[in-house]
């Protein structure tokens, strides 16, 4: 089957890149360590940087799953997005630290890890859009476009996966529960005191 051919390119590859990581591990290596002929490969891949993409994909496809079963919830809009970026924090840290593919390049070269991610942003767009969308309608939260605010949102909780998953920020004072505490916080009251505009009871929600 043509997909378990792909998939089996997938899994070498990530075991070549975790072992020999991706600057040291040729197309041959990985068309040689599946049984199969350098033309085999090309055929699903164009080149190495196709196949990684294909292997950080693959290995976030958990962090998807467990995001839509947070958006799911029967909880109030504002919960989900407590829990929903928690997963996302905590699901990213598990993947990164047990995975070698993303671990090595993670550290190393932020920016193809970037690329790479950028396959699944339009994805965790959609479901932080939905968390948003029923925030909306519920009249607890007020946003003028839904699209640029998932997006916005999302693209910020990106910036913060390395900082996050190295422990940087521990450094300067802040914890990683402080982290999610403070972006949690500022996704959804801001810092700006606007006491007649407040639609959101604060103390119906624990961040």
């Known amino acids: 089957m043509v997909s378990k051919t792909r998939e089996r390119f997938i899994e070498v590859a990530r075991q070549l890149f975790a072992r020999k990581g991706v600057e040291n591990t040729t197309m041959n290596d990985i068309a040689s360590a599946s049984d199969k002929g350098r033309r085999t490969i090309y055929t699903y891949f164009k080149s ?11 290995e976030t496809e958990e962090l998807l799953s467990r995001l839509k079963k947070v958006v799911a919830m029967k ?6 997005l407590v829990k929903y970026i928690d997963c996302r924090f905590e699901t990213m840290s598990e993947i990164v630290s047990r995975n070698g593919s993303l671990r090595a390049g993670f550290f190393r070269d932020v920016r193809k890890v970037d690329r790479a991610r950028k396959l699944i942003t339009d994805k965790e767009s959609l479901l932080l859009k939905e968390i948003l969308q029923e925030g909306v309608k ?17 693209h910020t909780l990106h910036g913060l996966d390395v900082p996050y998953v190295r422990d940087n920020i521990s450094k300067e004072g802040v914890s990683p529960d402080q982290l999610k505490k403070y972006i949690t916080r500022l996704i959804l009251f801001g810092i700006e005191c606007k006491k007649e505009e407040m639609t959101v009871d604060r103390k119906t929600v624990t961040v």
């Open 48 to 58: 190495k940087r196709e196949i990684f993409n294909a292997v950080i994909a693959s």
């Open 75 to 80: 909880i109030s809009p504002q919960e989900k």
């Open 138 to 154: 519920q009249e607890v939260f007020v946003i003028d476009d839904l699209n640029a605010a998932s997006l916005v949102i999302t």
